[in-house]
């Protein structure tokens, strides 16, 4: 019984760069946490300027 399977090795992958896993997420966690702030601190400014 001959089987037509091909098992690939998930780390030949050529888009993906496992190496800095945990930074890429701090990168993205703080990144983000970082835009939410500016936006946050900007819609507060917003609403002094517009409020009566």
Same mark, same amino acid.
């Not at 090795?9 to 703080?30: A, I, Q, S, T, Y």
């Given at each position: *019984? ?6 690939? /090795? #998930? ?6 760069? #496992?190496?800095?896993? %945990?930074? /890429? %997420? *701090?990168? $993205? =966690? =703080? $990144?983000? &946490?970082?835009? @939410? &702030?500016?936006? =946050?601190?900007? @819609?507060?400014?917003?609403? =002094? @300027? %517009?409020? /009566?």
């Amino acid at each position: *019984m001959d089987v037509n399977a091909q098992a690939r /090795d #998930p780390r030949d992958h050529v888009n993906e760069e #496992p190496r800095n896993d %945990l930074g /890429d %997420l *701090m990168n $993205g =966690f =703080f $990144g983000m &946490t970082a835009f @939410m &702030t500016v936006v =946050f601190f900007g @819609m507060v400014i917003v609403k =002094f @300027m %517009l409020s /009566d």
